[in-house]
């Protein structure tokens, strides 16, 4: 069933029947992506106009071939990143989602794609899938992660007190592999959870999106939050088609 707000009738219907879904369900998951950062000012990827890979090349930006080819380049742009999700604020999706189902006293286990932090600043348990933009780790993988430091250089990758090789931003670029750790506890979140909720993502980058297949072939009830199509929609229960800040608190109140 597909609710969208431009359609207030046919969006009430599908906003009871995934309060119903909800109502009986004691573990529930949200899958977020960058759609949900919308409202706090933070651009997606994929818009037409705003998203950052229709203004930006993400092989020059997002890759570790990238990176090596103009450190300082790639540095640049992630400060300026940095910068604005520092500025940010969690709005009322992220809100939502931290303070849970039913009144609060059932909590949304969440799971994002998303590199900002804002869930945690929320206040939510989450698994940050594509890393954290704030953080840094070392290169040449000795193994040195850093955490969120107000004083890291805006024009030159810094170097890594460990080893003295080039420190990057500790998200995943393309290519690369998710913290394996971190994809198992998603995985398992998405096997055991009553209901999904599919917020904000266009669902065409794995093995994120593969989560959503995981939690409906468990039984899961899914369903997605989004104000267009997305590639998930045809896997999904319901679709309420709505930004994330008015859906949510309207469907977790
Ligand atoms: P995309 O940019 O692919 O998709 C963003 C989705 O958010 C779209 O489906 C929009 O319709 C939706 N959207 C926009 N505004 C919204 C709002 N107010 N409320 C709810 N939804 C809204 O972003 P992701 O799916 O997160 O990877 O992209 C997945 C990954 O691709 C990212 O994590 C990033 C990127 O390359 C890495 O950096 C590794």
Do not use: K
């Not at 804002?118 to 780790?137: C, Q, Y």
């Not at 805006?154 to 913290?179: H, I, K, N, Y």
């Not at 917020?199 to 369903?223: M, Y």
């Amino acid at each position: 069933m597909i609710g969208s707000l431009g359609d207030p009738g046919r969006f009430d219907v599908a906003l009871r029947a995934a309060r119903d879904c909800l109502a009986g369900a004691s573990r529930i998951v949200a899958l977020t992506g960058a759609g949900v950062s919308a409202e706090s000012g933070i651009p997606t990827f994929r818009d037409a106009q705003s998203g950052l890979w229709a203004r930006f090349d993400p092989a020059q930006l997002a890759s570790e071939a990238g990176f090596r080819a103009d450190p300082a380049l790639v540095w640049r742009w992630y400060a300026e990143r940095r910068e604005a999700v520092r500025r940010a604020r969690p709005n009322p999706g992220h809100v939502a989602l931290a303070r849970g189902a039913h009144g609060g006293r059932t909590p949304v286990a969440v799971v994002t794609q998303n590199v900002d932090g804002l869930h945690a600043r929320a206040g939510s348990d989450v698994i940050e899938l594509h890393g954290n933009i704030l953080r840094t780790i070392c290169l040449e993988r000795c193994g040195q992660r850093y955490e969120p430091d107000d004083l890291l250089p805006a024009g030159e990758p810094p170097v890594c007190p460990a080893c003295g090789s080039q420190l990057r931003p500790d998200v995943v670029w393309f290519g690369e592999m998710l913290d394996p750790a971190a994809l198992l506890r998603a995985e398992r979140a998405a096997a055991a959870c009553h209901v999904m909720l599919v917020v904000g993502t266009s669902g065409i980058v794995f093995p994120a999106a593969g989560l959503a297949l995981v939690a409906g072939r468990a039984g899961a009830r899914v369903i997605v939050v989004n104000p267009d199509e997305t590639e998930l929609d045809g896997q999904a229960d319901l679709c309420l088609r709505g930004p994330a800040g008015s859906v949510l608190p309207a469907l977790l109140e």
